[in-house]
């Protein structure tokens, strides 16, 4: 009975609209578009965590569903959105890689995402959601690489963290509630002691570029 | 009272201790002095859990759980260990409560008793360890507090090289015990130590080989065998003296544990070369480590050496062993260990004896340097006493404990010559050679450093205002002095304890061929005896009889005071006494080979060059070790390390990029083979 409902149309429309919500971030200027997509992927995944719970019919996936609405999409774009207040930093986002060549990789990103679990033999929308996740973790780590605004690298680890949230819940239908619970733990504590960081270099740099921190090299 | 009791209740009083030094934090007095007695009841636990042990039965505790796996192990072996570890913990725990008195306001002091606490606790836990994960964790606890303790006084800049030093050093022998653990489970597929007995048996010779190897440079590091003693001069010194008595009195014999313990336990000692390559190093140790020792003029640096030294000579009886071993001699191998086993002791007692000795001196004239010393025999009449019984214990003289223990490694080496191998045998000898000539060198070392210290003027104003130490100081010395004297004089009681304990490990009892005066005759006819009970009597009763006599029979004398010939000097200062330097001058000039000693002399002149004003003489000598091992091997590590600079551009993006591309190229690696 699961599968059926697991196989539903509906899982697939939200996992595409995570990836969507991926694209957003890679592809906007602004910061405050960035952490605005970060909460609708948040949010999205906190309704694949309820599908999950209510087709498998386990109470403990629907704390981890509303944990995952609290915590990623409404603390942690608070806290992000303090940060960019409190420090007055300059709304838009500098880059390396500038936004049309950084959807390109992006979408090789999900191509080669795609392509490796094909090799994996899967029920398809564990491949399909596992996929996804893939595409959201190498996605992340790119956003890392690419923006130069240690903000965008709170943001980058952040979507990594989602990513494998997504693959998780999506293909073991949920950790023991202790493991998940651990799990928000430190992701809450991470976003605030990156926050505290980001915080720091502002201070010391005048600036929360991470180029700056070049100068750190003895 | 249960062995399990005892156990977990000296494991839950060290945790005390540590947690109450937490809270009581601010107060130092009561903070050192709660702390420190409940490491005192713990070790006193201790030292009667290890007798519970050695003279019943073996001690086992297993956990068992899902993740973990874990338990002890307390055999006689172990028992022993715990034995030397309770006995020093508790003299020097006594000895601490004054001691600390000197950091009282400076320093913090809830830190020290923290760490000092479970120091001593990982200490226990390593001997008793059963499975090799759980040992590597107390072993890394172990060193990683070692090296806190050592940078106690942080603020000083050679105190953090030393422990930069010594981290550095620990951290190289742990990966080779590493190395040999992982090869030893290779052959049980377990982590237990009980699985590694059995799996060596299918085990190929050379990976056996691999295992003694890394073990012995793993633990050989921490043991300080020579080459890799580098660190023991510089950690012992720059770490408060009650932590270097500990750490060189029991830390370094938890390396001589595990070394038994692999080398006979788990590998059976089936290999003649082992035998005789450990017994060269240990020679090597004991000769170099004396002979550095001489010319130290820093007490706790000398101290360090003879550490050093002493690591060699208890090598020597384990190595002679073992080469007993492997030619079957099963007796003659267990009697090998039991000079080993008898020396560690002997110099956990000693070493933390004049450890805690050289404490109380630099406690009261505030430097360590024995050429600002001098004179303190009058000042510090009880410390000097406990230090010349340390002196003496650690110069091998009878009829002290250290005398005892030598002479039998003397006749373990002796007994070589029922070997059938001739180029063997000789080489045995020629490591008796060695072996006499280090303790007629430790004597000559102990000459000076008590000579120079305690004997003679003041040589500095901190000498002239040293005063006595406090009691609980004196006290923790004195216990260990006792101990010095029982186990010299009475040695044979002590036998039969050590005989169970390395027979189980040889295979064979040596102890119906040993008498009671330590006659050794029914072991090998060549062996000789002595008695040192006898020794002591002719030495404390039968020679001042005919002083007694004299005074009973001679009537009463009359003593004038009158004033020495005084050879024509008219005033006699602390600038006319020998120096340490001009007192191990020979010993440098007769070993200039080794030391490549380079001396520069200044002369000031007063206006003309006929008028000498004063001179300046300086001598050092070279670290050979540092200089062609250890500074070739930096260089090589700075080259490859400025060839790999090139990478770290010390930007973020950079290395996420690193990251990046390892990770796609691996998943594509993957995903194209599989």
Redesign the interface.
């Known amino acids: 009975m699961s599968e059926i409902v697991l196989g539903s149309g509906i899982m697939q429309l939200l996992i595409s609209l995570i990836l969507v919500s991926t694209f957003l971030i890679l592809g906007s200027t602004r910061l405050y578009s960035c952490v605005r997509a970060f909460g609708i992927q948040s949010f999205l995944l906190a309704c694949v965590a309820g599908i999950v719970a209510y087709s498998t019919g386990k109470y403990d996936i629907y704390v981890v569903s509303i944990l995952t609405l609290v915590i990623k999409a409404l603390v942690i774009p608070y806290i992000f959105i303090y940060i960019i207040r409190e420090i007055k930093v300059k709304r838009e986002i500098a880059l390396y890689v500038g936004i049309s060549p950084s959807l390109i990789i992006g979408g090789i990103l999900v191509v080669i995402s795609y392509y490796l679990i094909r090799s994996i033999n899967l029920i398809e929308l564990s491949s399909f959601a596992l996929s996804a996740s893939m595409s959201m973790v190498a996605i992340g780590l790119f956003i890392m690489i690419s923006r130069k605004k240690a903000i965008m690298q709170m943001l980058g680890i952040l979507v990594m963290e989602n990513g494998l949230f997504l693959g998780a819940i999506s293909l073991t239908y949920g950790m023991p509630l202790l493991v998940e619970l651990g799990i928000f733990f430190d992701v809450l504590i991470g976003a605030l002691i990156m926050g505290i960081m980001i915080f720091r270099i502002n201070r010391t740099f005048e600036s929360i570029d991470t180029d700056m921190l070049k100068t750190l090299i003895g | 009272m249960t062995g399990s009791d005892l156990f977990f209740g000296l494991v839950v009083l060290f945790l005390i201790g540590a947690a109450s030094s937490v809270v009581l934090n601010k107060k130092d007095r009561i903070c050192s002095y709660i702390s420190f007695i409940s490491a005192a009841i713990a070790s006193l636990l201790g030292i009667i859990f290890s007798f519970s042990v050695i003279l019943g039965n073996n001690f086992v505790f297993n956990v068992s759980g899902t993740f973990l796996n874990f338990g002890f192990f307390v055999d006689k072996l172990s028992a022993f260990f715990i034995l030397i570890i309770s006995i020093t913990a508790f003299a020097v725990s006594i000895y601490s409560t004054g001691y600390v008195k000197e950091y009282f306001g400076k320093k913090n002091i809830g830190y020290l008793c923290f760490l000092y606490n479970i120091f001593i606790l990982s200490m226990v836990l390593v001997v008793s360890a059963n499975n090799a994960l759980m040992f590597l964790i107390v072993w890394e606890m172990m060193s990683i507090i070692s090296y806190f303790l050592v940078v106690y006084e942080h603020e000083k800049p050679e105190t953090r090289k030393a422990g930069f030093i010594y981290i550095v050093m620990t951290h190289i022998g742990t990966g080779f015990i590493l190395l040999s653990f992982l090869i030893l489970a290779s052959g049980s597929a377990s982590f237990s130590f009980e699985t590694f007995r059995a799996g060596v048996l299918t085990m190929p010779p050379l990976l056996r080989d691999a295992a003694f190897l890394f073990a012995l440079i793993g633990f050989g590091t921490k043991a300080g065998i020579v080459p890799l003693h580098i660190w023991l001069p510089y950690a012992h010194p720059e770490a408060p003296s009650n932590v270097s008595a500990l750490m060189s009195g029991v830390m370094i014999k938890t390396a001589i544990y595990m070394l038994i313990r692999v080398s006979f336990d788990f590998l059976g000692a089936s290999v003649l070369w082992w035998g005789v390559l450990l017994l060269i190093i240990a020679s090597a140790s004991a000769l170099l480590g004396v002979m550095y020792a001489l010319m130290e003029h820093d007490i706790k640096r000398l101290l360090a050496f003879h550490s050093v030294e002493n690591i060699g000579i208890i090598l020597i009886g384990v190595s002679v062993s073992m080469i007993f071993m492997s030619t079957g001699h099963p007796e003659l191998a267990a009697f090998g260990l039991i000079a080993a086993l008898y020396h560690t002791m002997n110099h956990a007692i000693f070493k933390s004896l004049l450890f805690m000795g050289a404490g109380s001196l630099i406690f009261s004239t505030h430097t360590k340097n024995i050429e600002e010393m001098g004179g303190l025999l009058k000042k510090m009449p009880w410390t000097g006493m406990f230090f010349l019984i340390g002196s003496i214990a650690i110069s091998a003289l009878p009829p002290l404990n250290g005398f005892v223990s030598e002479w039998l490694t003397f006749h373990a080496q002796l007994l070589s010559i029922n070997l059938s191998d001739n180029i063997t045998k000789i080489i045995v000898l020629s490591s008796g050679a060695a072996l006499a000539l280090t303790s007629a060198l430790a004597a000559a070392c102990f000459v000076k450093a008590f000579g120079i210290s305690f004997l003679a003027l003041p040589r500095s104003e901190h000498a002239r205002n040293a005063s006595e130490a406090p009691g609980s100081m004196l006290f923790g010395m004195g216990i260990l002095s006792l101990l010095c004297i029982a186990l010299g004089v009475l040695s044979f009681y002590f036998l039969p304890v050590l005989d169970s304990i390395a027979s189980p490990l040889s295979g064979a009892s040596v102890l119906p061929k040993v008498a009671f005066d330590l006659s050794l005759a029914a072991l090998s006819p060549q062996a000789g005896s002595i008695s040192t009970i006898w020794i002591f009597l002719l030495l404390f009763v039968f020679v001042p009889v005919p002083f007694l006599l004299s005074l009973a029979l001679g009537g009463r004398t009359k003593a004038r005071t009158y004033e020495t010939w005084g050879c024509g000097q008219p005033v006699c200062t602390a600038r006319n006494e020998y120096t340490a330097t001009g007192f191990s001058k020979p010993i440098r000039m007769w070993g200039s080979g080794i030391y490549r000693p380079h001396r520069e002399i200044q002369t000031s002149y007063a206006g003309s060059p006929f008028f000498k004003e004063r001179f300046t003489f300086d001598t050092q000598i070279e670290p050979i070790f540092e200089k062609y091992f250890y500074e070739p091997i930096t260089r090589l590590a700075f080259f490859v390390s400025r060839i790999l600079k090139v990478i770290?551009?010390?930007?973020?993006?950079i290395y996420?990029?690193y990251?990046?591309i390892t990770?796609?190229i691996a998943?594509?690696y993957?995903?194209v083979g599989?």
């Open positions: 770290q551009t010390g930007s973020i993006h996420l990029l990251i990046f990770l796609v998943l594509i993957v995903g599989g």
